[in-house]
Structures are given as C-alpha cells and as structure tokens.
C-alpha cells in the first residue's frame, strides 16, 4: 500500500463545475489552499478524455506529494498509475479490484449510511471508508442520510481512514472532524467557488 495518507480536504473533481482546459489549473488552485487528496471522478463516457485529463492531474499531483484517487474506474486507475481507486456499491469488488492494481494502490469504499458495510470493506482489504451523505448535497441530492454516531464508531472501531461527504462547508464541517472524520470529501463547496483555493483554504483551517 501506497504511504501516502487520506487526511484533510479531500477535494473531489466534477466535469459540470471545470472545464477541460481549466482542470489542472483548479485542481492546482484547491491544493495551493490545502486540498491533501483529490479524486477524479468523471462519469462522461469519454474515455480519451478521462485519460487525458487524469493522467495530467496524476502528473501534478505527484510533483506535489498528493494522494491521487480515481472514482471508480479501476483500468483507467492502473493505466495512469494512480495511487487510489474509489469504489462505490455498484463497481468492482474490494478483492476483484485488489487483485487487478495489487497491493501498492489505496482502495476506498463508499458505506454510505451502513457501519456493516464499512466493518466488510475493511475486512476485505480497504484503506479507508467514506459515509454520507451527512448534509443535503447538490451532487447526490437523493443520497441516504448519514448520522455522526457512524464517524464516532467508526474512529472507535475500525483502524483505517474515515472520510465524510455529503453537503459538507466550513461551517458544518468541524462537527464531521470531532465526531472522527480524518478526512472531508467536497466537490461544489471547492470546485462550485470563484476562488477555489480560498474556498479550500476556509475547510483546510479546520483541521488545524
């Protein structure tokens, strides 16, 4: 497994909110106010596009010491060599995805509302776990809705990074953190922001 950890803004890219010719620009923008992982996460068909784009973004961020994730695409993951791949309850199986990128890639699940969940995908071999949604989201509006008993039980419980998400700001994010988030995932409160590294900035203070 890679040693790079999941702690922090957890920023996470959306095609709706960058444009292609600006995406290594943002994603640059969200780390130089303190992003400490991005995920891709581009649910277009285009594949040229996806490899195009991911493979700029895995340049930047290993020049920058920044965990690199891919949102549910285990290929395209291997294919650029990306730290991390994402999954969530409809692709690739924990084992299925393990065997395929070996043991040198993190491997994160989504559990959703379902500590369960969480308890299997560790033991099958995830780095880390992520639930939410915890607030009303933008991207997922109709998400299953989380409870912080899960991030506290989780911290408790399991000995892998927890990450939260879901409608997650500045404002609301300090009580994902106390009850045992080690990490916010956020897509429309960075990317969604005429500034986007002050934007990052603002969630990147609270885990000060």
Not at 46 to 63: F, H, P, Y
Not at 82 to 109: E, F, S, T, W
Not at 159 to 169: E, K
Not at 182 to 190: E, M, P
């Amino acid at each position: 497994m890679t040693d790079k950890k999941i702690h922090g803004l957890y920023a996470i890219t959306d095609p709706l909110l960058i444009p292609q010719e600006q995406m290594v620009l943002r994603v640059a923008g969200a780390i130089q106010g303190g992003a400490r992982v991005i995920q891709y996460r581009n649910k277009t068909k285009d594949q040229d596009l996806k490899i195009w784009e991911a493979t700029d973004l895995q340049t930047l961020c290993r020049t920058l010491n920044i965990p690199f994730i891919i949102n549910d695409d285990i290929e395209l993951a291997i294919q650029i060599g990306a730290d991390g791949i994402h999954l969530g309850n409809d692709d690739c199986d924990i084992k299925q995805a393990r065997q395929l990128a070996g043991d040198n890639m993190l491997i994160g699940v989504s559990c959703y509302n379902q500590f369960k969940n969480a308890i299997d995908a560790v033991n099958r071999g995830a780095d880390y776990i992520a639930f939410g949604r915890f607030f009303p989201s933008s991207t997922k509006p109709d998400a299953v809705q989380a409870d912080l008993s899960l991030l506290q039980q989780a911290k408790q419980e399991l000995s892998v990074p927890v990450v939260a998400i879901g409608g997650i700001t500045p404002e609301n994010g300090a009580s994902l953190i106390e009850a045992g988030a080690d990490a916010l995932a956020v897509i429309h409160g960075v990317f969604g922001q005429d500034d986007i590294t002050a934007a990052a900035a603002r969630y990147a203070a609270l885990f000060e």
